[in-house]
Nanobody
Framework: QVNLVESGGGLVQPGGSLRLSCVNSDVKRRTSPINWYRRAPGKEREWVAGITVDGRHRKYADSVLGRFVISRDNAKNTVYLQMNSLKPEDTATYLC???????WGQGTQVTVAG
């Protein structure tokens, strides 16, 4: 497993933006594809976006396509999720996960309200 830590969540008004970070503090500096998920109260966990190790391939859920951008900086062992044009329905705990190492972060809360 690897240690993933999310940050960057907070309270934002509808239409606003946030950038989430997922830092992999693996001492062996192993890289991995990374997925972002979100979990809203009373709802199933939802896959949001994914990125390959080299960053060349990215995919998005239809619900965020055109508004969210996933990227990574392997020199910093960090994957980002830039969230724009946020809507109240984006309110959730956002988690990053490594499918390769079966690891999850603890999550960061995003609340979109005005």
């Amino acid at each position: 497993q690897v240690n993933l830590v999310e940050s960057g969540g907070g309270l934002v008004q509808p239409g606003g933006s946030l950038r989430l970070s997922c830092v992999n503090s693996d001492v062996k500096r192993r890289t991995s594809p990374i997925n972002w998920y979100r979990r809203a109260p009373g709802k199933e966990r939802e896959w949001v976006a994914g990125i390959t190790v080299d960053g060349r391939h990215r995919k998005y859920a239809d619900s965020v396509l055109g508004r969210f951008v996933i990227s990574r900086d392997n020199a910093k062992n960090t994957v980002y999720l830039q969230m724009n044009s946020l809507k109240p329905e984006d309110t959730a705990t956002y988690l990053c996960a490594s499918p390769q190492f079966d690891s999850w972060g603890q999550g960061t809360q995003v609340t979109v309200a005005g």
